[in-house]
């Protein structure tokens, strides 16, 4: 009987110990990039010959101008959702730019525009709009996020 009660006591004692010290496997990020951004986003202003892009698929992003841009695949990339309907997303290991769309009137048209945060403190977003055609005003290429 004492026998029996050491067996079960140590094997509770494992168990109790393994419980602690199991490692949770933590939140993992979405592995493929929103649907409400995956366009080609461009910032085309008058007085820049090459616009700069953003190109979200739903498997890789390609960012830059036409001198010089980097392609990432999905596998070297970190998506995250933030709160207020951002998304952080970059190469993994380093703090991303967060990215949001939203609708706003550029010219006399209401447009979905991309908005590029660079830091989560600042209070300026860069404007991107889908199609490399459309010509933004200096004065909607940043958004005052207050």
């Keep these: 009987m004492k026998k029996i009660k050491g067996i079960v006591l140590a094997a509770l004692s494992l168990a109790l110990i393994v419980g602690i010290f199991a490692v949770a496997k933590?939140?993992?990020?979405?592995?493929?990039?929103?649907?409400?951004?995956?366009h080609n986003w461009y910032m085309n202003l008058k007085s820049v010959k090459d616009p700069s892009f953003i190109k979200f698929k739903s498997t890789s992003m390609d960012v830059g101008d036409k001198g010089?841009?980097?392609?990432?695949?999905?596998?070297?990339?970190?998506v995250t959702k933030k709160k207020g309907g951002w998304y952080q997303i970059g190469p993994k290991g380093i703090t991303n730019s967060t990215?949001?769309?939203?609708?706003?009137?550029?010219g006399h048209v209401k447009?979905?525009?991309l908005l590029?945060?660079?830091?989560?403190?600042?209070?300026?977003?860069?404007?991107?709009v889908i199609g490399s055609k459309v010509t933004l005003p200096?004065?909607?290429?940043?958004?005052?996020?207050?």
Excluded: C, E
């Design 68 to 78: 010089f841009h980097m392609k990432y695949k999905i596998k070297d990339l970190q």
């Design 111 to 113: 447009r979905t525009v």
């Design 116 to 128: 590029k945060n660079y830091l989560g403190r600042s209070h300026y977003a860069d404007v991107y």
């Design 26 to 38: 933590p939140a993992q990020a979405s592995t493929k990039i929103p649907a409400s951004l995956r």
């Design 138 to 146: 200096l004065a909607n290429s940043s958004y005052f996020l207050g």
């Design 99 to 106: 990215y949001k769309t939203k609708k706003m009137k550029i």
